[in-house]
């Protein structure tokens, strides 16, 4: 087994194109706090849920049912649940990274056994067309037969990278080669409404070295803007069909769509160089940043469509924010910090996962929001106890699973691959992007290195490494500075250093190291107020509480306090507490705020200025938390962004 | 024929429970001005549309199929779309009030020799279940087979009332009394998903006094909210069916379910005198227009579902706003004020005929909004010539139709009935609620009262009453004088008098009158600036121009100007203007304003407030044009609420 393989998700073949190189996850370890309590459960809470719900939807007696007489069900579910069990397996393969597991294995073995027997001799395999329910490729604009292939193909990578288990991409690695005789070369010119055969198929060219994977990468990815899908319920721009890829300056259409096709675009750029390709996807990632994201990191205004919206259209309380759009916009973001070592995208991937990401799953870790509010107006019916809501319903606390069940297979293969994302090296040293207490090893130009990183962080801005093992000739230490830090600062072995960031946002320390030598970078994380972009005018007028990178919110459970009243005073103190006993040990923020008292406004919900009730209220004390704590107490209302009220 | 019964929709049968008494459409009649011309070209241009639109559509030959075995055509169209004939039908009906018409006439008769061929002997009609697409009332959450009835009965009623032909009603009646059959006296416990029938049934009880009608309107109010419907796609609150109606305390769910809900609500009220269903249907109102309704009237804030959102939930971008929805609030709130007299239900008709309504709808009267935006931050794509765009798609100009064609015909039937809404009548004297030129006849205790009514409005705020006819003994006149008016003027047979306003908000006038007394209310209309109630979050720190019952909008035609950058200076003069030039003479409004420059807003959509880049930006003239008249010169960028800048 060769480690250098076992690559979080986008391990490029060449380094021709990477700023920076990712390094294997054997490599990079989350030892301890809060990410890697979540990796654990994640394997004994997240996985074995995963697997039962996959049992318990049908979604392998859809395979059963094809080669087995004794399984007499009816297939089940959506069109692309086959994705569902691609996805588990994917993220059981990332999670083998950290030790064996009988229960995984079998599992695994199982599923490649069941899916050899179910493919067919061409190496196709999608458990709805096999049905007799359509024809294979008769319905590209919603069947989602390259996008389950893709997914496929994703869950052999991982596995085979982890475990050097090749059995399962195998049988993606089939199904690649028929989707080359069909469409390679340009034998189609359309292709799949769901993009995420793009980036499986890079993957794939990485691990075999199969140019014709790249090559139909590239084609599928060439094809598309031209209208050779749909139209479809929503029109042709929900599948990034109106403009090609290279002239698109803004992301359009159903987000995660949108974001697969960009992680597929960057890593035909890695791999080609081609620089349309990455400008493109750069522009793209620089609106979406800008213009259509939200504080929390999440993405997706609308529901209609789970789609993007217009620029600054960002409101908290209709917002859609799937979690799977979340994590694709981390995905995309990863590439092209690699692609530029810009640290703008990973202090957008630090924010999605302090907030939208880890919002989205329960303290319990078995339970899942699919649509990731900024704002809960009024208390909702709590997710049904073993049911599986509809994506739509957005209930009140987070569900044991969806009737599309997209998201929770999506947070597992996340989680589990977390650790390919703390870190990189080049040839002038080592980058940190992401701080947990963890281990780093990597080899620079000068030689190899190992680092420890010790923090609390961010319960506290305190980043200690530990320069464990070094080559006597220098190197560079680069520890990312993320935009909300005004003043950081840096002792490298014992002397304070200025923390200048250099363009990319990164203090670099560059220097002969001797094992021993602590570097402590300290980000001073005074809780602050935020204020939106002046165009977003669904929360003109409001400020956000952050502290470090958590975004705070306020939260009513049972919507006993009236959210809709509540100011924060503008200028006030800001007061930074534990509260030890509050989801057993959270730091809260203590906020100066006013209740407004509107019972002047009877009658209609407008009023001339000249004569409007003039503002009304007494003051209250505001009480913040975590944005990713909310709705773990049962219903309730929340909001993150909150009036101001200047004194 | 009796011309008492010529009453538009909602003719109470005993005047026990009313406030006010609606007159006669006999007796009402618009005869110059905008709306004149709307009700003219409703016959000429909206009407032979809506008819060509019933053939192209296939509603007429999913009947024809039925009966004629040359129509071979597969039935077409949604479960509903009789109803999209039935409506038609009604628009014609009391379209008939204003005179003969040869075509109409025929399409009538046609219709009514089609439908009574393809009732079933039984009385049951619906040509998606005897297509045998459907059992009978198998699936009430979807089927709307009570709903079309419902339709089928009013425009019957329609028919009856203005021409004296029950041919079409006797269809209706029939199966009424199949529904009494099925349903009555407690034989089913449950109901249509989508109300329309309960008012229905009310009207055909005024009409025959056949009392089993009203206690089947009333048995199926009395059931819905015990879970009797659905699940359905988005849970029972989209019926109406989780709280009953008279513990509901605001408007939920499905926006036309509700209103149509509570339309039946009232109207059941008016023939009972059941206290506790007016005091329902009052508290939600209230919720409503306090709460839940855009200052143009608009309601439903939710694409998903359809629906009304939470308190507050009032994005003016993101709003559903559907057509339909404007006319059942307008509906509800005409019952209302029959039902209580209160001029608040009268301010809210207006807003909506001015705002929501009238933009509802092209200049050119053959085009149609569905959903009805009060912001527009980017152009759409035009609607297709000679397409019917689904309801989703929310084009950049208004559609010839629609795939769910439920607005245009409501449009149809709403003007051809409008005069119904003008005025009304007591034993003390008449009402009048709604300025155009018009004239009134009333018949209050003092005998026989003939007004005629002489305004621009409103395009300015005088209006001149003359009192054609008057028995010798006194009587008042009352005058309502709108919420936003704030010094009104009165002059009664040329002498000024103080208008004062009563606690219903007119202005009474009681007294012996003359032949020939001219009575001159003179509402002032100044531009004004409208503020949001506090709570809005998502028009908060931003104004609305309105003057009189004009909302204003800014308006750029292919967005040429950046609306997401404008503000507008409070504090600074509005001035009003005539544009002779544009559509044909429309009054404008200038105002003083900025135009941001938020170049310093690079990276992230978001930044510390102590940190934050200062505003910048320059001086701009405004103008603003009547929110009505937008997307009339191709598809554009639009904002009614504007940010305020303050000076």
Redesign the interface.
Known sequence: MNTEEIVAPCSPRSGAHLALRPLSMERVRITDGHWARWQRDNRTVTAPHAMRWLEQDGVLDNFRRLVDPAVTAERRGWVFCDSDLYKVLEGIGWDLSHGPSEEFGRFVADSVELLERVREDDGYLNTFVQAGLKDRYADLTRGHELYCAGHLIQAGIALARTTGDESLLAIGRRFADHLVAEFGEGRRADTDGHPEIETALVELYRHTGERAYLDLARQLIDVRGHGVIGPG???PAYFQDTVPVRDQDTVVGHAVRALYLLCGVVDVYLETGEDALLQAARRQWRSM?????Y?TGAVG????GEAF??????????IYGETCASIASLMLSWRLLLATGDG?HA?LIERILHNAFAGSTSLGRDGFFYVNPL?R??PRPPAPAGGKP?R??APGTRAEWYDVACCPPNILRTVASLGGYLATSDDRGVQLHLYMPSSVHAEPAAGEVALSVATRYPEDGVVRVTVERTPASPWALSLRVP??C?QPALTVAGAAVPAERDERGYVVVEREWAEGDVVVLDLPMPA?????????????????IERGPVVYCLESVGGALDL??VEVV?GAELRVERDADLFGGTTVVRAEGRL?D?SA????????????PA?AGRPIELTAIPYRLWANRGSSTMRT?I?AART
Chains 1, 2 share one sequence.
């Open positions: 319920l929503f029109g940043v800008g213009e259509k994201t504080l205004s609308r529901f209609e919206g217009d620029r600054f259209e960002l409101p908290p309380d209709l703008a202090d704002q107006r009024s509809l739509t319903d935009s909300w005004r602050r107020l935020t204020a939106p972009h002046p165009a977003v005018d669904a929360v003109r007028g409001q400020v956000a809709d009243a503008v407004r509107d406004w009877a009658g209609e919900g407008w009023a001339e200025v000249a004569t409007a503002a962004w009036p």
